[in-house]
């Protein structure tokens, strides 16, 4: 079995990026027809995110903004519950489509954290574009509009997702070898 170490953990290959690409594909067509003619604001939420949101900006075909804001709620391999804003909101939302752009849902709690800011922010419309979603370790209920895949509880790392900040440069998503 092929495994790879990121720090002190082993993983074992979960979804390779040939996967990946194809569920991405799928999604920003999904978009398209959906927003055609709407120009949507995509708010990407950093650092996971980032290789998810620039494969799925390459395949979206309509006039689009991009912006970023970036969150944290993980320590080692274990969400605190706690969601701190390291960086903002820079753009205006109010009258537009906005498009949020997450790597995984798991317990929702970001999701319910970034939806309950602009909430008061006058958007058109919000919807929630997530590569992964654990269904099973979900706490609060999020209407993913876009989604890649659903997957299982387990601590993954790779194409975006790391663990203690090292891994996001695979090209493959990997999950933690017990």
């Known amino acids: 079995m092929e495994t790879i170490q990121v720090k002190d953990k082993l993983f074992v290959p979960f979804l390779r990026e040939e996967e990946i690409q194809k569920e991405i594909r799928r999604v920003a067509s999904e978009i398209n027809r959906d927003y055609e003619g709407k120009e949507p604001l995509f708010l990407c939420i950093l650092n996971g995110s980032f290789m998810f949101a620039s494969d ?21 391999t274990d969400t605190t519950g706690n ?11 109010e009258g537009r489509h906005v498009i949020i752009v997450e790597d995984i849902v798991d317990t929702g709690y970001t999701m319910r954290d970034i939806l309950g800011s ?3 922010k006058n958007a058109a419309s919000v919807a929630v574009c997530a590569l992964l979603c654990k269904p099973d ?9 876009y989604l890649a895949m659903n997957i299982p509880n387990g601590f993954i ?3 975006g997702l790391d663990y203690d900040g090292f891994g996001r440069n695979l090209r493959d998503i990997y999950k933690i070898l017990k």
């Open 83 to 93: 969601v701190k804003e390291l960086m903002g909101l820079q753009d205006s939302v």
């Open 157 to 159: 790392v790779g194409y």
């Open 137 to 145: 370790k979900l706490k609060v209920d999020i209407n993913l509009k």
């Open 118 to 120: 602009l909430s008061d």
């Open 56 to 76: 799925l900006l390459k395949n979206v075909t309509i006039p689009c903004n991009v912006s970023f804001v970036k969150l944290a709620s993980y320590q080692g």
